[in-house]
Nanobody
Framework: QVQLVESGGGLVQVGGSLRLSCAAS????????MAWYRQAPGKQRELVAS???????NYADSAKGRFTISRDNAKNTVILQMNTLKPEDTAVYYC???????????WGKGTLVTVSS
C-alpha cells in the first residue's frame, strides 16, 4: 500500500529550473528520511539530496548551491527545487523514503529530467 509518486520532470534549457515533487502515501511520513536519487543512462544511481525527520539536509557536491530539498509533513510531500540546470543533470529522478530503525526503503517509479544544451 506504500506509494511514492514523482512529478514535475520534463525538458528544460541549460540554466533553467524545475521543481520536482514526490507525494507519499501508506507510510508515517514524518519519521522517514526522504531523498532524491538520479540515474543517467549507463550510470549508477546516485544520491542527489536528502532530508531527515528533523529537516537536516545533505547534498551531493554536484547539487550544492543549485538544488534545494524540502518537505511538507502536513502534505506528505518532498520537493526538489533545481536551478541553474546543466546537461549533466539529465537523468531519471527517483524519490526514496528510508526508515533506519528497520532498514526500510521505498522507491518511486521516477520522473525524467532532460536538460538540453
Amino acid at each position: 500500500q506504500v506509494q511514492l509518486v514523482e512529478s514535475g520532470g520534463g525538458l528544460v534549457q541549460v540554466g533553467g529550473s524545475l521543481r520536482l515533487s514526490c507525494a507519499a502515501s501508506g507510510i508515517m511520513f514524518r519519521i522517514y528520511t526522504m531523498a532524491w536519487y538520479r540515474q543517467a543512462p549507463g550510470k549508477q544511481r546516485e544520491l542527489v539530496a536528502s532530508i531527515n525527520s528533523g529537516e537536516s539536509t545533505n547534498y551531493a557536491d554536484s547539487a550544492k548551491g543549485r538544488f534545494t530539498i524540502s518537505r511538507d509533513n502536513a502534505k506528505n510531500t518532498v520537493i526538489l527545487q533545481m536551478n541553474t540546470l546543466k546537461p549533466e543533470d539529465t537523468a531519471v529522478y527517483y524519490c526514496n523514503a528510508h526508515f533506519s530503525s528497520f532498514s526500510t526503503d521505498f522507491w518511486g517509479k521516477g520522473t525524467l529530467v532532460t536538460v538540453s544544451s
